[in-house]
């Protein structure tokens, strides 16, 4: 059973470009949470999709950022007009959504910003 | 969700044992405590998970007293490969999810 896959694992963008980070949950799981880890801190929620939902996006920042969980396809976290601010490893997880609320994560995708 | 406080960083050397304490004094009735690993340049990894009194699995135990104020994560005989970080985490999967809070971890140095 494969694990959470995220793609690219490496993007590096110039200021003002579109970064688009891919997540494909585990087979079976239909709950996904995308967060952000800035050097040396721990991570910070973002958001929280089932499909075609967005449940909770109190930790998206209010504006450039959006989260998609389509009822095909991967999970896209969408990074508009990128700034150096950005530069982080971005996580994506996955649950079951069946009543176990264990997450298991991704390898994440580190975002540069030059 | 329940604020945790453990160690910045602890230090070992192969083959002991390493418990890694950590607080969490307003957890609440319904909240479970999971640890998580991470390796430099990788994911958080699943480790264990527990309400009360202790946890065993293949990788470590989880010893929660009785007034769940605390908790301690125990890593039997470890190895270099157990140099990582490690988060604990309360909450409750109010709602159906569980938006987990990480805190800064505690760094594990395991040294030959």
């Known amino acids: 059973n494969a694990g959470v896959m995220q793609n690219p694992r490496h993007l590096v963008r110039r200021r003002g470009q579109e970064a688009r980070l891919r997540c494909s949950p585990m087979k079976g799981h239909s709950h996904v949470y995308w967060y952000r880890q800035l050097p040396e801190e721990g991570l910070k929620f973002m958001v929280y999709l089932q499909k075609e939902n967005i449940i909770d996006e109190s930790g998206m920042p209010k504006e450039r950022f959006s989260a998609e969980f389509p009822k095909e396809g991967p999970s896209i976290l969408r990074i508009q007009q990128v700034v150096r601010g950005d530069s982080a490893a971005y996580f994506c997880?996955?649950?079951?959504?069946?009543?176990?609320?264990?997450?298991?994560f991704g390898p994440g995708t580190r975002l540069l910003v030059l | 969700l329940a604020k945790t406080t453990q160690p910045i960083s602890m230090d070992s050397y192969e083959g002991q044992e390493v418990n890694i304490t950590c607080s969490h004094n307003n957890i609440a009735t319904n909240d479970y405590i999971t640890w998580y690993q991470q390796f430099p340049s990788q994911g958080p990894r699943f480790i264990i998970q527990?309400?009360?009194t202790k946890v065993t699995n293949e990788v470590a135990s989880l010893f929660i007293p009785a007034d769940r104020k605390s908790s301690t994560l125990s890593l039997p005989r470890v190895s270099l490969s157990d140099t990582a970080v490690y988060y604990c985490l309360v909450g409750d999967g109010t709602g159906g999810y569980n938006k987990l809070i990480f805190g800064a971890g505690t760094r594990l140095a395991v040294h030959p």
């Open positions: 527990g309400y009360k």
């Open positions: 997880a996955s649950s079951p959504g069946t009543g176990d609320e264990t997450q298991y």
